[in-house]
């Protein structure tokens, strides 16, 4: 996009959503409101983690209808290491794809995990060759700003 569409406000920020844990991009997007980011306001691409769960989120699976998705398998050491490397994988195409570029990340819980490793894997040239070690085709050059949600651990 030019610079002066950007300078006459014609630019609308894109932001990649990424739900938290037992989530889905409709609970994503009532917390998004929560905020005032609304779509009236901004482009946002929703996607959803790679584990479809039996459930939503006990606090949230009565807010909105499912499915329901995850980010990590915490059912083994090994699960949990292969799922936040497919969901980092996930994220990094959906960055390079035709729906980027975008200006900003948000991530609620594990979307804000993976939304912190994607950014710094980015900017981050030891993670970046660990990340292209483990049969990353490409990563994304795009210069990227991330906001996160979620609790302490």
């Known amino acids: 996009m030019e610079d002066s569409a950007i300078a006459s406000g014609n630019h609308r920020i894109r932001i990649l959503a990424l ?17 005032n980011i609304r779509e009236e306001e901004y482009d946002i691409v929703y996607i959803r983690g790679t584990i479809q769960e039996p459930h939503g989120h006990p606090d949230l699976e009565t807010m909105v209808d499912g499915p ?15 799922s936040i490397l497919e969901a980092v994988i996930n994220v990094n195409s959906v960055l390079n794809s035709e729906l980027g570029p975008f200006d900003g990340i948000y991530g609620f819980s594990t979307g804000a995990l993976i939304a912190a490793i994607v950014t710094n894997t980015i900017q981050d040239p030891l993670l970046k060759t660990q990340f292209c070690a483990s049969n990353w085709r490409s990563l994304s050059t795009n210069r990227i700003d991330v906001s996160v949600h979620g609790r302490p651990v």
């Open 19 to 35: 739900h938290g844990t037992q989530g889905n991009n409709e609970i994503t997007k009532l917390q998004l409101e929560n905020i």
């Open 68 to 82: 329901f998705f995850s980010w990590i398998d915490e059912s083994s050491n090994a699960s949990k290491e292969r």
